[in-house]
């Protein structure tokens, strides 16, 4: 019969393996802080509900040093998903024509780095104009 | 040889399955000038060092597919790769990733010949056409729309540059999805809803989760990574509109 | 072949991808930097009155879920994920933390939100 005894390599560690993998892993790992930040949105909207007391609770724990590290990091980790997001983008868009020319990626990021910038500080100007 | 010859130290990653248990490195000393390819590196080595080392190679002009592998930890054509990027330093060549050695360099391309077959990777007309009715025509814009992903050459490097699909090899993987595309894409194919069958399972579009590499590694431009997610986007309006389409349904 | 049940999910990670995208740094920035250390905004910002009548208001509510909510669907979904590139072969278990997590967190906001009343 045959000799044939073809080899699997393993897989274990294989993100360490090159770093465009250790690029897409820490695209994936914003994820963690994503949801810790909503996690820390949510306590606050449960105790709005509960009332003033426990909302102030809520807030003089924003105000800790370590809720301010947290923040800094959440901030840092917001900003490279923007970066990732719009990064990605033209690979999960359908080729678009605009006059006769394929828009090119470059394009697509730029556009979508411009939208956030513009969205951001749309927000940061509406809550600036409410308080 | 000319007196500016170079000596460069080439690894081979060898697995010879009636001896070996596992893979194991093997350093071969080659005379080199600056126009040689790895794949002739490994051509001198065949041919004046080792007469065992087992490699794929055809056109050496990359076009073929037949000389992919994993040099220095990247997947790449050796043909179209050349010894001076790596003197002084030396080089390693393994064979591809995340596809079964069947020896030394050669890789198990089973499972990726498969599901090439698999997908009707041929123009399904939409309706029959008689031979009077003369040729399909095709505005450039139209032929746009696929004919990157026209220029495949079954190389594997893509497969080799997925780590979903080394995760998972049911994946149906990035290179095969791509040609998938090329045919659902074209204006002259109606084999779509056939095709998308697997398109839409887990083992389609969905076992993607847009690493890109498959797209920064191909030697021919084909962008597999925007084949297969920019598909997404059709697959999640299907699921959704499937029960309020005429014939949506489906399976 | 069988379908695959992703759209769901994806879309949900996709919409709050983008809306964390574009908004995200903002919001940041305003309830965990500037406001709670007093630049910028003025210290009343998210005082309880205001939050209160902000979460009173349609807009706001839907605005206050469909962050938390969409934030925790997107993670859920990339965690999900990550977690099987990192070689954890239990499927079952990790999609309902990953999902049953986003879930809960859906319906602990909403039905928060819905008992503020005007």
Sequence with gaps: MSNRRPYVRSMDGWWKRDPYFIRYMAREVTAVFVALYAIVLLFGLVRLGQGEAAFNGWLQYLKTPWMLVFHLIVLAVFCYHTWSWFNIMPKTMPIIFMGGKRLQPGTITGTGLAASVVACLAVLFIVRGMS | MAENEKIIEIEVLRYRPEQDKEPVLQTYKVPFTDDMSVLQGLQYIKDYLDGTVSFRWSCRMAICGSCGMMIDGKPKLSCKTFLRDYYPGGLRVEALAHLPIERDLVVDATDFVTKLESIKPYIIPKEPRALEQGEYLQTPQQRDMYEQFSSCINCMLCYAACPQYGLNPKFTGPGILALMHRYNADSRDGGQAERNELGYADEGYWGCTAVGYCSEVCPKGVDPANAINQNKMNSAINYFTRFVTPGGAGK | ?118
Aim: proline share 3%; aromatic share 14%; net charge positive.
């Design chain 3, 1 to 118: 072949m069988k379908r695959s049940n992703e759209p769901i999910f994806w879309s949900l990670f996709g919409a709050g991808g983008m809306l964390a995208a574009l908004i995200g740094p903002a919001l940041v920035f305003i309830t965990g930097i500037a406001v709670p250390f007093g630049f910028v905004f003025s210290p009343d910002t998210m005082s309880y009155a205001h939050m209160l009548a902000f979460s009173q208001s349609w807009a706001g509510k839907v605005f206050v879920l469909a962050v938390i909510a969409l934030f925790l669907w997107h993670a859920a979904h990339r965690i999900h994920i990550l977690l099987h590139d990192f070689g954890v072969h239990a499927v079952t278990a990790v999609r309902v933390l990953c999902y049953g997590g986003a879930f809960a967190g859906t319906v602990i906001a909403a039905y928060t939100l819905l008992m503020i009343k005007a």
